[in-house]
């Protein structure tokens, strides 16, 4: 168990923290960020700034770190942890993903925002292609991006749309859970990894017995739960994931090089036959300076997208297959909509042509 310090910090003050969190909420921030030798840090609007305090100290971090972890399933002494993922709810405030990290030998900490209320897509202003791939009722759904890009938003979007409208169960498996569905005309369980499951391969594997309809991970992070993605696809089910690859074309490549290349044309024949859609997410910031706006690239898996994934050396690209299928499934790549948005005096042409060049 913990060795609880005794510190005259005031971070050992769950009120402290509260304060500092509700600040935070109050400007808009999306992270909060404790880090030994700067001031608390906030990221608002995409960009960092600093709260007006005294600069936090190596007890600081740790006090606030020992607040955190109350009732999480970490029970390690606070010297032997090196990172940690949880989550954290201020009541009145707001729920919060956290991720404690050790840099320079010294605790850190990175507290996301959670919003209380499930978001729809229209407040998303994610593609229309996200509600019709969530309405599927069986293969692999894939929301990827890089941290940080709105992926999880996304796909609590989607199954607050599944729950709205479809009696089914959907099962997800999270680390740490996120967004908190109450049923609806769904039901929805809700695994986290570490507390209620050891690992994301063992609960998915698990869930294939728990009669699911929809199956939410959290993460696509090896070969064993890809594949047991793919199988519980194949199978007749509706799984949703991510992962944390830049466009359409990585990840497909990423896909595949999880496998062994030997067995790269068959690999490629399941992912074809599995796969429904591929969302990709960049949150760029606004023109007119008030937030982010989301960038998407948008491939709906048809029989001529599935010919160009199972045999891209006879087929046309998938980039030529997004840019002819907008009408009618809402495809898009990255340049069309980042056009879109500075058409629409969203984004500033420099911004756009910074991100169509990655």
Not at 198 to 215: G, H, N, Y
Request: aromatic share 4%.
């Amino acid at each position: 168990m913990y060795r609880w310090a005794v510190t005259t910090s005031p971070y050992a003050s769950e009120a402290f923290l509260h304060q500092l969190l509700s600040k935070a909420i109050a400007a808009s921030a999306s992270d909060v960020h404790l880090k030994v030798g700067q001031p608390p840090g906030a990221r608002v609007r995409g960009r960092m700034v600093y709260f007006r305090m005294d600069k936090v100290r190596p007890e600081d971090t740790a006090a606030a770190t020992e607040i955190i972890l109350r009732g999480s399933r970490h029970h390690e002494p606070l010297d032997d942890l090196l990172e940690h993922d949880t989550s954290y709810s201020a009541q009145g405030i707001g729920r919060f993903r956290v991720n404690v990290y050790r840099q320079r030998g010294t605790l850190a900490i990175v507290m996301r925002s959670i919003p209380l209320t499930i978001p729809t897509f229209e407040e998303l202003g994610v593609p229309q292609a996200c509600r019709l791939l969530s309405e599927k009722e069986r293969g692999l759904v894939l929301v990827v991006g890089a941290a940080g890009n709105g992926k999880s938003s996304t796909l609590a979007a989607m199954v607050g749309h599944m729950n709205r409208t479809r009696p089914i169960h959907v099962v997800t498996i999270e680390d740490p859970i996120e967004f908190l569905h109450s049923d609806d005309v769904a039901a929805i369980s809700q695994r986290e990894v570490g507390l209620d499951t050891p690992s994301f391969a063992v609960a998915l594997r698990a869930a294939l017995r728990q009669d699911p309809d929809v199956i939410q991970v959290g993460e696509i992070r090896d070969r064993e739960t890809m594949d047991i993605a793919l199988k519980a696809a194949e199978t007749g089910h509706l799984v949703l994931s991510t992962l944390h690859t830049p466009d359409v074309s990585r990840t497909i490549n990423r896909m595949l090089a999880l496998f062994d290349q030997a067995d790269v044309g068959e690999l490629r024949e399941r992912i074809a036959d599995s796969l429904q859609g591929i969302v990709a997410q960049r949150l760029l910031p606004k023109k007119d300076g008030t937030g982010l706006a989301l960038a998407a690239e948008v491939l709906v898996v048809t029989g001529t997208a599935r010919e160009s994934i199972k045999r891209p050396e006879n087929s046309p690209p998938l980039k030529e297959v997004m840019e002819k299928g907008v009408h009618p499934y809402g495809m898009q790549t990255f340049e069309m909509h980042l056009r879109q948005l500075v058409q629409q005096g969203l984004l500033d042409k420099e911004v756009a042509r910074t991100a169509a060049g990655f």
